[in-house]
């Protein structure tokens, strides 16, 4: 992965790809170990999709050719979730996050982060199942824990799934970017993880 401005991802020719993480604040709980005591308070909800290929990554995809990136990652939004992006795009400039180049792909891809209200998430997570794409490209829509247990369960047993790319890295980089969690909180997970 290589980290690229944004000057320098808009020079780049070739493959662009644009992936969005939707988050939302929340007062909910979460269940955090194997006792119904043990319960939290969710940090977020932040939403992934799991893939045609079994892989977890996030919604968005190419950019076609003519459009600009927010063009093309709010029509990934309509066909992936049902979101309706035709007039009013819910993905806007502000809420870039950062771009980078896959080495091996050669795409030049870029991350969004959209915080919408916990109302809006709940929606979208209902309305994806009329998604054109529902059930072909996407197979579903997840939410993330975001605690790490004192067994590390359960953002370290996440990470552990099969990510599409570099969308592990991608929810980490959103994840410290929104504030979400705390950069300690973030390395503990991914300590845990790898053990
Ligand atoms: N982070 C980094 N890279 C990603 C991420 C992510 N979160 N998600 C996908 N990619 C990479 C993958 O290499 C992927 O093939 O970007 C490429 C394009 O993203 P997709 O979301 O897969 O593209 P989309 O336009 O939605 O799908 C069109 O392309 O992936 C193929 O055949 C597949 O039917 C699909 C078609
Ligand atoms: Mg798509
Ligand atoms: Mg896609």
């Avoid at 999709?49 to 990934?76: A, Q, S, Y």
Wanted: aromatic share 8%.
């Amino acid at each position: 992965m290589i980290e690229l401005t944004r000057e320098e991802a808009e020079a780049v020719v070739g493959l662009h790809a644009a992936h969005v993480v939707i988050y939302a604040k929340t007062n909910g709980t979460v269940l955090s170990g194997s006792s119904t005591k043990n319960i939290e308070q969710a940090r977020a909800l932040v939403m992934a999709t799991i893939r045609f290929d079994g892989k977890i990554g996030f919604p968005g995809g190419f950019i076609d050719p003519g459009e600009t990136w927010l063009e093309g990652v709010n029509r990934e939004l309509r066909e992936e979730l049902d979101v309706d992006t035709s007039n009013d795009h819910l993905i806007t400039d502000d809420h870039y996050v950062f771009s980078f180049l896959d080495k091996a792909s050669g795409f030049c891809l870029h991350l969004y982060a959209c915080e919408v209200t916990e109302e809006k998430f709940v929606d979208i997570e209902r309305g994806a199942h009329d998604a054109e794409h529902y059930g072909f490209e996407t197979l579903g829509v997840c939410r993330i824990p975001l605690h790490t247990s004192d067994k590390g369960t359960g953002l370290p047993s996440f990470l552990q799934h099969y990510f599409i790319g570099y969308a592990k890295e991608e929810l980490l980089r959103a994840l410290k970017h929104t504030g979400i969690l705390s950069e300690e909180e973030i390395e503990l997970a991914v300590k845990i993880a790898r053990e």
